[in-house]
């Protein structure tokens, strides 16, 4: 079946660092892939998606680009800040099914 | 409204009482889907609705929780003699369509504390 694997945390790194956080993905025809952001206390918030391969979703200065060659959609900010700490999660969403298939979020801390 | 909408915020319960929980969903969406989020994990999924009809409750956990959208807008998760596993987050999202490219919005979600 469909599945999303996240790199595990928590990421720690210093405020304006460079941020990678490694999302794959296993899935049967194209899916459409999410970045969602979980901060602390609060609900889930789209953060970008893409629908197709070579798309790159971007917002907050995060940006993702779908690469169906390598089956990846790693997220990515130049210049991270303390208020980015939060839960990350990969997701997708493939064909007729209705259903978001999670990662198991990866955790961001920004230290000043 | 603007987004999703849940009810209470926070909830607290005593083992053995019966609690309803509530989603408002954005105008017009179809999807409606329940999830339930344990500390530190990410979130499970309980049930879905597209409109008034609920097409998959494989998620819940046991015959104590049942949901329901009668008119196809506002939904209701209830929990019935409720159990100490039963403290989690539980939130509500809905979306336009069943589209593939259909990112789901979120509720705040409510936090369910049995004690």
């Known amino acids: 079946g469909d599945s999303v694997t996240q790199m595990e945390g928590p990421v720690t790194l210093s405020e304006e660092a460079f941020l990678t956080i490694n999302c794959t993905y296993t899935?049967?025809?194209?899916?459409?892939l999410f970045w969602y952001v979980q901060y602390p206390g609060e609900g889930l918030q789209l953060l970008l998606k893409?629908?197709?391969a070579d798309d790159k979703g971007s917002n907050k200065g995060f940006e993702a680009t779908y690469r169906k060659e390598t089956t990846s959609f790693h997220l990515e900010k130049g210049s991270v800040q303390v208020s980015d700490s939060a839960v990350y999660f990969c997701?997708?969403?493939?064909?007729?099914?209705?259903?978001?298939?999670w990662g198991a979020g990866t955790k961001l801390i920004i230290k000043p | 409204g603007a987004g999703v909408s849940q009810s209470p915020r926070y909830k607290v319960a005593k083992r053995g009482q019966d609690v309803a929980l509530r989603c408002d969903p954005i105008?017009?969406?179809?999807?409606l889907f329940w999830y339930q989020q344990a500390l530190g994990q990410g979130p499970e999924f309980l049930t879905y609705?597209?409109?008034?009809?609920?097409?998959?409750k494989s998620g819940l956990p046991s015959d104590r929780f049942f949901a329901e959208r009668p008119e196809g807008s506002v939904s209701t998760l209830k929990i019935q003699r409720t159990q100490q596993e039963d403290s989690a987050v539980y939130l509500c999202?809905?979306?336009?369509?069943?589209?593939?490219?259909?990112?789901?919005?979120f509720g705040s979600g409510t936090r369910l504390t049995v004690v």
């Open positions: 999202a809905s979306s336009l369509s069943t589209g593939q490219g259909n990112g789901y919005t």
């Open positions: 105008s017009g969406h179809v999807s």
């Open positions: 609705f597209q409109n008034e009809a609920q097409l998959d």
């Open positions: 899935a049967t025809g194209y899916p459409s």
């Open positions: 893409a629908t197709k």
């Open positions: 997701a997708l969403r493939s064909g007729s099914n209705y259903q978001l298939i």
